[in-house]
């Protein structure tokens, strides 16, 4: 069973861009959350869609946004990036009760 | 709100050692999940184990063993004989019940050290 995908792996933007991150979870799965880890502020929840609703949303600016399509893959778009945007950028899908991770996307703002 | 705590930052033992990792966590809700993660240097966060708030059961894997004390707080992950390859960072995390996991609160974290 495939796990969890996450593209690009590692990616590097000036401030001001914009980024995309693409996630394709688990087979089955129709839960994706989105995560953002910086050593300063740890694991921090972004948001979680199913069956491409957004069911719950964290603490985060409105240039963060996401969106699910019918086969449940997700992305993320950060606009207008800031310095402190540089963090891992972790996708999860949801099983019966715990999250499946991919392997993060590892992005840098200049 | 929600809150997870995991005061040991780092720890550092030898191979075969005995470690625990402690965490405890604040919520206002009476049914509540609570998790245990692992992230290799890979990066990825690997599940461990999950405890629902009603099941206070201890709970033994291998050389894996957890302590959920409601009236502490508590969820504490014991690894015993420690092997190099427990070398990671261990997550603690707590999620509602209405929203299941997929909103979870992790907290900062324990870097695990095991030396040969």
């Not at chain 1, 491409?52 to 985060?60: H, S």
């Not at chain 1, 699910?68 to 778009?77: A, D, L, V």
């Not at chain 2, 609570?34 to 990825?44: A, N, T, V």
């Not at chain 2, 504490?76 to 999620?95: E, K």
């Amino acid at each position: 069973k495939a796990g969890v995908t996450q593209t690009p792996r590692y990616l590097i933007k000036t401030r001001g861009q914009q980024v995309t991150l693409s996630c394709s979870p688990i087979s089955g799965h129709r839960s994706v959350s989105w995560y953002q880890q910086t050593p300063g502020q740890g694991l921090q929840f972004l948001f979680e869609y199913f069956s491409e609703t957004q069911r719950n949303k964290g603490n985060f600016p409105g240039r963060f946004s996401g969106r699910q399509f019918s086969n449940s893959r997700s992305e993320m778009n950060v606009s207008t990036l800031e310095l402190g945007d540089s963090a891992l950028y972790l996708c999860a899908s949801k099983g019966s009760g715990e999250l499946f991770f991919g392997e993060g996307s590892r992005l840098t703002v200049l | 709100a929600q809150k997870v705590t995991q005061a040991q930052t780092e720890i550092s033992v030898v191979e075969k050692e005995d470690v625990t990792l402690d965490c405890v966590y604040e919520t206002r809700d009476t049914t509540y999940y609570l998790f245990w993660y692992k992230q290799p240097p890979s990066g990825e966060l690997v599940f461990l184990i999950r405890r629902n708030s009603f099941d206070e059961q201890n709970e033994i894997s291998g050389r894996y063993s957890w302590n959920f004390q409601k009236s502490t707080s508590s969820f504490n992950f014991t690894i015993t004989a420690s092997q190099v390859v427990d070398s990671a960072v261990y997550f603690c995390a707590l999620s509602e019940a209405s929203t299941n996991a997929g909103k979870s609160t992790f907290g900062d974290g324990t870097t695990l050290t095991v030396k040969p």
